[in-house]
DNA sequence: CAGAATACCTGCGGGC
DNA sequence: TGCCCGCAGGTATTCT
């Protein structure tokens, strides 16, 4: 999916075209998300009035007055407006009508994107309450990290890829952030000094912010809600380089499987 | 509890 | 051209 940026550039996208505008009618064309898509939506949803539009993690969170709808895009979700209907394409599974003839389309190849309607208050929903800090907040500080990070054995890529340590940080943005902090991904979560923790907190920032400041990564699944590419492609300092060299030494850039995922790293750069 | 493996699903590119 | 394999931006759930 789309990681923390390319949510971010989405929702920044919804915000002016969604608020305040009512619902006229839900259309869901296949209901087997990663969770099924609630039957009452197309039933509880016309009349209601978007409020809000938020962002929690990689979550859109659209609120009414009755309820919030809580939209992830998994792998390959897409979210886009069109300024009236068009026939939809094989993938698109979900379209929300508005009474100005808009619509609001979810698209989603892979299914392991969520659609999902909560009518409490959204930030206790269970799959929100757990969630550590935005990677951007100040709750998210060297002083945080390093307690986080106390006695847990596993490599730093996976523990700041755990939602329940820092939201939003998906296996681009570790690569990248590592690569900054000039630190061994497999290096063990315990075994990071006070300097490499705040280099650590640092460079998650820096990358997470200038990404949504270029709108994201172009990669082949995403565009936001206008249909337009990300930029920050363009910055990628170690992603997708696997066997290039590396811009800061010229060392060949390797890769290696840390918990599942592929990591491009640089053994000079990052020891 | 922490960590690792597994599961969900389709599309694409590379090798043959 | 077509088939098979491995891989892809996530994360909840199950296992050890």
Redesign the pocket.
């Known amino acids: 999916?789309?990681?923390l940026p390319?949510v971010e550039t989405i929702a920044r996208g919804l915000q002016p075209a969604l608020q305040h505008q009512k619902i006229q009618s839900v259309a869901i064309r296949h209901h087997?998300l990663?969770w099924p898509v609630p039957n009452n939506l197309s039933t509880e949803l016309p009349g209601l009035t978007i409020k809000a539009i938020n962002r929690r993690?990689?979550y859109i969170v659209l609120t009414t007055d009755q309820g919030s709808l809580l939209i992830?895009l998994?792998?390959?979700g897409r979210i886009q407006l069109h300024q009236a209907f068009i026939p939809p394409k094989?993938?698109d599974h979900i379209d929300i009508a508005f009474t100005n003839q808009m619509i609001m389309r979810f698209t989603d190849?892979?299914?392991?994107g969520a659609f999902l309607w909560t009518t409490a208050q959204w930030e206790f929903h269970p799959?929100l309450k757990n969630l550590g800090p935005e990677p951007l907040d100040k709750d998210f500080s060297e002083h945080y990290l390093q307690h986080a990070l106390k006695n847990?054995?596993?490599?730093i890529k996976?523990?700041i890829m755990n939602?329940n340590i820092v939201v939003g940080v998906?296996?681009?943005y570790a690569a990248e952030s590592l690569f900054l902090a000039g630190i061994n991904p497999s290096t063990r979560?315990c075994a990071l000094t006070l300097s490499q923790i705040k280099k650590l907190v640092r460079a998650i920032k820096i990358v997470i912010n200038d990404a949504i400041e270029l709108g994201g990564t172009t990669?082949?699944?995403?565009a936001d809600s206008n249909g337009n590419p990300g930029y920050f492609s363009q910055q990628l300092k170690v992603y997708g380089r696997k066997a290039l060299p590396c811009f800061q030494c010229k060392t060949i850039l390797r890769s290696m499987t840390i918990?599942?995922?592929?990591t491009v790293f640089c053994t000079t750069c990052q020891q």
């Open positions: 999916m789309p990681e390319e087997q990663r993690a990689k992830h998994g792998m390959s094989k993938h190849p892979r299914r392991f799959l847990r054995s596993a490599a996976n523990l939602n998906g296996n681009i979560g990669l082949k699944d995403f918990a599942g995922r592929s």
